[in-house]
């Protein structure tokens, strides 16, 4: 989290962002900036629909129905103004009514939809007065350049590397879905241009990619890096990038209680680049609770104590609900 002394306001509107939210990799909803979007749509797409077709195809609907479909919906789209999600659905759900499977007409109507969204043929605009909310309008999308499949994978990889290197192959196969032979290319270009380079991990054994910039960090500096606790966010990024190599932040034990069942990342807090507790803060009145490794020491422990009474400050903007919530040692905390 990066809210500490910052005020709601400081949050332009969604809408105002110049932010596209979109299924990309792995399908998984991304914010990505209006300009990369090509880069991005281009190169996943190809993942993307032939995922989308097994789906409709399980539901009994072949490519040639729903490319009729696709094409009636679009058809219900208006050309200058945008429709909202309700308004779209119910549309959808018309058009469907007649599909032959055991699935919901609410689950058929946002296949539906989905098929769309990951063509290309709609964009979701966030119309909300703030983050704290989504109020969903599909605009229909009149047209988008194309930059070049290969061109789009480069692309996408290089950002994957700078966003979120060191990362393995295995990293970037599940982050992107791109297959083994179109990520050997890629890489090999982006070294060859002097982009992207790689180590050897001692750890692991495992080759390792990051973007080839010069990082020479002080003494000083590193040593106040590594003594600031930072709050991650549920589902945050930091934690989801990686698939391959998340021993970086703990052991194979501890991933148990650092993700739910469904896969979802709890959030946490980091130490040096390592989980050392799980932090919850309920709606409502209700007291948030931090959850913290028993292996951590009595100043490390102070430390993040008092890190997190400041975000709580921030996150809540009530100072009752921040002294309420309570702050334990438990063995299941997320430990190396």
């Known amino acids: 989290m990066t809210l500490l002394g910052r005020t709601s306001g400081a949050l332009s509107a969604p809408i105002l962002c110049g932010l596209r939210k979109a299924p990309q990799m792995r399908s998984t909803l991304h914010y990505i900036t209006e300009a990369e979007f090509p880069f991005f749509h281009e190169g ?11 789906s409709l195809r ?14 009636q919906l679009l058809d219900e789209m208006p050309a200058n103004a945008g429709l909202g999600e309700e308004l779209l659905l119910s549309r959808a759900t018309r058009l469907t009514a007649d599909w032959l499977s055991g699935a919901t007409p609410a689950h058929m109507a946002w296949q539906l939809v989905r098929l769309l969204w990951d063509h290309g043929d709609i ?32 692309y996408v990889i290089r950002r994957y590397v700078e966003g979120y290197g060191p990362v393995s192959l295995r990293d970037i196969a599940w982050w992107t879905a791109f297959d083994a032979k179109s990520i050997a290319q890629a890489i090999a270009k ?23 910039i010069s990082i020479d960090p002080t003494p000083s500096q590193e040593e106040a890096f590594a003594t600031v606790p930072v709050f991650l966010a549920y589902e945050d990024p930091f934690i ?30 980091l130490l040096r680049g390592e989980v050392r507790g799980i932090w919850v803060l309920p709606s409502g009145s209700r007291p948030a609770t931090l959850l913290l490794c028993p292996k951590l020491s009595k100043p490390e422990h102070s430390l993040i104590a008092d890190r997190w009474r400041q975000h709580l400050k921030t996150l809540v903007g009530d100072a009752k ?16």
């Open 123 to 154: 964009r979701m605009d966030n119309r909300a007065p703030s983050w704290a909310t989504e109020d969903r309008e599909f605009v229909r999308v009149q047209y988008m350049e194309s930059v070049g499949a290969q061109r789009a994978r480069e």
């Open 58 to 71: 399980r539901l009994g609907v072949s490519a040639e129905r729903a490319g009729v479909l696709r094409a």
């Open 240 to 269: 989801k990038a990686y698939f391959h190599t998340r021993f970086r932040y703990g052991s194979a034990s501890g991933l148990r209680s650092l993700f739910h069942s469904t896969g979802e990342a709890k959030a946490s807090v």
């Open 190 to 212: 982006l070294k060859a241009d002097g982009t992207v380079t790689s180590v050897r991990c001692q750890r692991s054994g495992y080759e390792l990619f990051f973007p080839a």
């Open 44 to 54: 996943t797409g190809p993942q993307r629909l032939a995922r989308r077709y097994r």
């Open 321 to 336: 609900v921040a002294r309420q919530s309570s702050i334990s040692v438990d063995q299941t905390a997320y430990v190396n």
